[in-house]
């Protein structure tokens, strides 16, 4: 069977009551799907009555749910009517298999029902109705294509208005008015993708505990050039931070070879010359888990090419965003690290450990500068499926 590329639209109120990390790993967990691009919207008006066109115009829809569907994205996708400041919405495009009707089946129908919670939307949607059957509220959790009729429409309209209305959704209506509003990046590493598993949502569900709001998203394989950038500070650091042990090892094994102790003097120049190539290796290693390439045998164009291991890249904005973030994800090492932090939860060692965060609003700044989140990947991906 052919593969397909499947998209769901993650609503603004979804995404406002930090419900976005259960719905990201169900998808991934219950679909059994490769999660291949992720970007963050403020729909503009004329989107939204776009989109909400394309569902009243389609006839695959129940005639009641597809009036109740385009009145709720023209109520809910476009900007408040009051401040102009837009809604965030959330696109995750999936590939796979039979991919339309297996994110179907883990989405769930539009129905009024307390008995179960077996799909996404019986989970987090409502669908209230009044004594007389009328909708009292009406609130679906995520949107899809209905069949698969509809998927090429529907991603051709989001990506025509990708770059314009994607991005850093900086002035989103539900962030803080007051206060110095940070941004800080965080990666959720390679380790969490290893096969389909709900680890990516839950570490997203572990950080919406800081109540920042997520304005940014990307499905990102870091290239080697962009990884010797990324992690430029941590070889200089590694160089120089690991001559003493390095130094004590190299002295304690050269004792045991050769049957005498290895003078201090001659084990800090152990430690000069060792070290850095130690550290050296370190950071290969490093660069090797982030892309699945080896530094050493890479040449110019190799180091160029997008990676071959797939990270998750997010934005959050708030108040004091960097500080937060990195309480909760916890220290290098998982086994320092806190109940409850997300490297205690889900890492194993100092470099498997689970998600990045930036230590710094100017280590923030550099690090965004090259993952480049606010770029679009939506038009590629829409544009290789639908030509």
């Not at 090892?249 to 049957?259: D, M, P, T």
């Not at 699945?292 to 890479?298: E, I, Q, T, V």
Request: proline fraction near 5%; charged fraction near 30%; hydrophobic fraction near 40%.
């Amino acid at each position: 069977m052919a593969k397909e590329l499947a998209f769901a639209l993650i609503n603004p109120y979804t995404i406002s009551k930090s419900r976005t990390g259960g719905v990201i790993g169900r998808f991934i967990a219950r679909t059994g799907l490769e999660l291949v691009a992720a970007r963050v919207f403020g729909p503009s008006q004329e989107l939204a009555e776009k989109y909400a066109e394309l569902l009243r115009n389609d006839r695959e829809i129940h005639d009641d749910i597809r009036s109740i569907l385009a009145d709720y994205v023209l109520r809910q996708y476009g900007p408040d009517p009051k401040t102009g400041k837009p809604r965030r919405v959330m696109m995750l495009l999936f590939e796979g298999e039979d991919a339309v009707s297996r994110l179907e089946r883990v989405t769930g129908n539009i129905r009024y029902t307390t008995a179960s919670a077996d799909t996404i939307r019986d989970t987090y949607g409502d669908l209230i109705l009044d004594e007389s059957g009328k909708v009292g509220y009406f609130e679906p959790a995520v949107l899809i294509a209905p069949d698969r009729e509809a998927v090429g429409p529907a991603l051709k309209l989001w990506a025509e208005y990708s770059e314009k209305d994607g991005g850093l959704i900086e002035g989103a209506i539900d962030l803080p008015a007051k206060g110095e509003v940070q941004k800080t990046l965080v990666l959720i590493k390679p380790d969490n993708f290893q096969f389909p598993s709900a680890r990516p949502g839950n570490i997203i569900d572990l950080f919406s505990g800081s109540g920042l709001r997520i304005i940014g998203a990307k499905v990102y394989r870091m290239s080697v050039a962009e990884a010797q950038d990324f992690y430029g500070p941590v070889r200089v650091a590694l160089r120089e931070k690991l001559k003493g042990m390095v130094a004590e090892r190299a002295a304690a094994a050269l004792s045991a070879e050769f049957g005498f102790s290895i003078p201090e003097d001659s084990q800090k120049k152990l430690g000069d010359v060792m070290g850095p190539l130690y550290g050296d290796d370190q950071f290969f290693q490093i660069i090797k888990f982030m892309t699945g390439c080896w530094l050493p045998d890479c040449n110019e164009e190799e180091a160029a090419k997008c990676g071959k291991h797939r990270s998750l890249a997010l934005v959050y904005a708030g108040v004091d965003a960097v500080n937060k973030i990195r309480n909760i994800l916890g220290p290098t090492d998982p086994g320092k690290a806190q109940p409850g932090q997300v490297r205690r939860e889900f890492g194993q060692d100092i470099m498997v450990n689970a998600a990045h965060a930036s230590d710094s609003p100017e280590n923030a700044q550099r690090e965004m500068k090259i993952v480049k989140v606010e770029k679009d990947d939506i038009k590629t991906w829409v544009r290789k499926y639908y030509p």
